[in-house]
């Protein structure tokens, strides 16, 4: 019988989704991993098989708990105007849409599973900016719940480049209100 693991794995993962929030993949080794998790290297592929399966994991974890989230605050928001402010906001808690926004970027385009995983959160994000829309145009409700998200994460990428939150809020309530008049 082997030894207990000497770790809580819940809590790996969760500082694994802030660590490759900030960092990216690429830019976090297993050595960061490893200095920043607490947790020896030989556990860490006993437990996740690689630096890939703790990504994995941590993406995940990040979609049901902090994308998740952001998702149910746009769908239920009252309007593009309040739709968009939700999805900007900076999280109190979490890491918001940055390491999905991340994965979309650097992994998704290289990795199947992770671009079937980014794919699964747009269409859910595409539903809820359409669902905050209400548009009457049935046949262009797709299209501009498309348009929404794509304007979410543009701006929320502008955020983490280092524009200014009210920079940021002031051109999604300028598009959002612009939207609400067409």
Known sequence: MGRPRGFDEAEVVRSAVELFANRAYDGTSV???????????????KTFGSKRGLYLAALRWSLTHDVASVIDRVAEAA?????LREALAVPTTGVGLDLLLLAAVERAPVDTEV?????EA???????AGASARSDDASGAAALAMGLTAVILGLR???????ASADINQAGDALAQRLGRH
């Open 115 to 119: 671009a079937g995983i980014v794919d």
């Open 122 to 128: 747009f269409t859910a994000l595409d539903r809820a």
């Open 157 to 163: 990428m502008r955020a983490r480049s280092g524009a």
């Open 79 to 83: 309007g593009p105007v309040r739709g």
């Open 31 to 45: 050595d960061d991993l490893v200095a920043h998790l607490g947790v020896h290297r030989n556990s860490l592929y």
